[in-house]
């Protein structure tokens, strides 16, 4: 069973930066995607970032374009969110997933929170 390690997330002012990291116990076919999702408060699950294993492509969430950037090492099995001038309504828990394809995201980290203020 593939697991998923987060790290990265915390406390920071508007405007500010913070990164956060996911490590993968193993790549498969399993994990040919992963990505960041986001639970806001009083909110659903929301899709924020995902970046395909076999060739690199990403997708955004609108609301953080520009903002967001999703990466992987390789090597290291490990994707990567660099989050910049991150705004209030940026504030949630966010999980790393992974899965076949975006659709069928079906493994998933513990999650890390991530609180902007005002």
């Known amino acids: 069973q593939v697991q998923l390690v987060e790290s990265g997330g915390g406390l920071v002012q508007a405007g500010g930066s913070l990164r956060l990291s996911c490590a993968a116990s193993?790549?498969?076919?399993?994990?040919?995607?992963m990505g960041w999702f986001r639970q806001r408060p009083g909110k659903e699950r929301e899709y924020v970032a995902v970046?395909?294993?076999?060739?690199?492509?990403?997708g955004y969430l609108d609301a953080v374009k520009g903002r967001f950037t999703i990466s992987q090492d390789n090597s290291k099995n490990s994707v990567y969110l660099q989050m910049n001038n991150l705004k209030p309504e940026d504030t949630a828990v966010y999980y790393c997933?992974?899965?076949?394809?975006?659709?069928?995201?079906?493994?998933w980290g513990q999650g890390t929170q991530v609180t902007v203020s005002s």
């Open positions: 997933a992974a899965g076949r394809g975006v659709a069928t995201m079906n493994i």
């Open positions: 193993e790549r498969t076919f399993s994990t040919n995607v």
């Open positions: 970046i395909t294993w076999s060739d690199g492509s990403v």
